[in-house]
């Protein structure tokens, strides 16, 4: 079975349809989803939606672009509903200097609270990363020793090695089957097949040949199948593979 290890079906986006989303996801043989927080609102909705859904499970925290929005009582909020067996990582929580909607000192100063969070709750940390890697990198080397992925890996070769060498995970989306995405595609053929989890993010970056529309879990289908290509390896292995990888990292199987 596949697992879109990152997605938002909190997002308003699906509030009008998400019973035909998930079922079509369950159709195409999703069988389980994390869906990741990026506020406090939002990890609220993806916790509400695990408690629901048998099949969905929620990562919860403040994501770069939300930095400004973190508060003690958000901080006290995030830490209550790690006690919800559901939620299985922090997440997504890291740097964005690419946009810089929120302050990068505020940023990186949410960072190091929410790694605090995932320390003491023992939980794997969702990261994301945009134009900041080398920052973060330096952040997560001082940290360590960090269970989690970067999420929609989009850095270079040396990053890629610095992540790897740390035992984090790398996520693949929807971006490795758009055209000129040659560096991130030789960086998923680099990737030892164990270190490697699919997402599609959505709603965010669906996958070819629905770029630009709505994304959704069941697309998943269309990264595994390009990572399979990438790879060389059997679709099977790599839907099987992943699977497993996304087991030992948020479930501790
Ligand atoms: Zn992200
Ligand atoms: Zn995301």
């Not at 079922?23 to 408690?51: F, H, K, N, W």
């Not at 790897?164 to 040659?182: E, I, P, Q, R």
Request: charged share 25%; glycine share 6%.
């Amino acid at each position: 079975m596949l697992y879109d290890t990152h997605c938002h079906l909190n997002h308003p986006q699906f509030e009008p349809d998400l019973n035909q989303v998930l079922a079509r996801m369950r159709e195409a043989g999703v069988g389980r989803c994390l869906v990741a927080g990026y506020d406090q609102p939002s990890s609220l909705i993806a916790t509400e939606l695990s408690s629901m859904n048998k099949d969905i499970y929620a990562a919860i925290g403040v994501h770069p672009h939300d930095a400004d929005s973190f508060s003690e009582d958000v901080e006290r909020s995030l830490l209550s509903l790690m006690e919800n067996p559901k939620v299985v990582a922090v997440g997504e929580i890291g740097l964005d200097f690419h946009y810089n909607y929120s302050d990068p000192q505020k940023q990186s100063a949410v960072l190091e609270a929410q790694l605090h969070i995932a320390q003491i709750t023992n939980k794997p940390v969702i990261f994301h990363c945009r134009d900041a890697y080398e920052p973060l990198l330096d952040i997560l080397e001082r940290t360590a020793p960090i269970h989690g992925v970067m999420h929609c890996w989009a850095g270079d070769k040396d990053q890629a090695r610095r992540a790897l060498d740390m035992g984090l995970y790398l996520g693949f989306g929807g971006m490795v089957t758009f055209k000129n995405a040659s560096e991130i595609c030789d960086i998923a053929a680099m990737v030892p097949v164990d270190s490697l989890l699919l997402e599609t993010d959505a709603p965010y970056l669906a996958p070819t040949p629905h770029r630009g529309k709505r994304n959704e879990p069941a697309y998943i289908r269309m990264v595994a199948e390009k990572v399979a290509a990438i790879k060389g390896m059997e679709l099977k292995e790599v839907i099987m593979r992943t699977w497993e990888n996304g087991l030992t990292l948020f479930h501790g199987e």
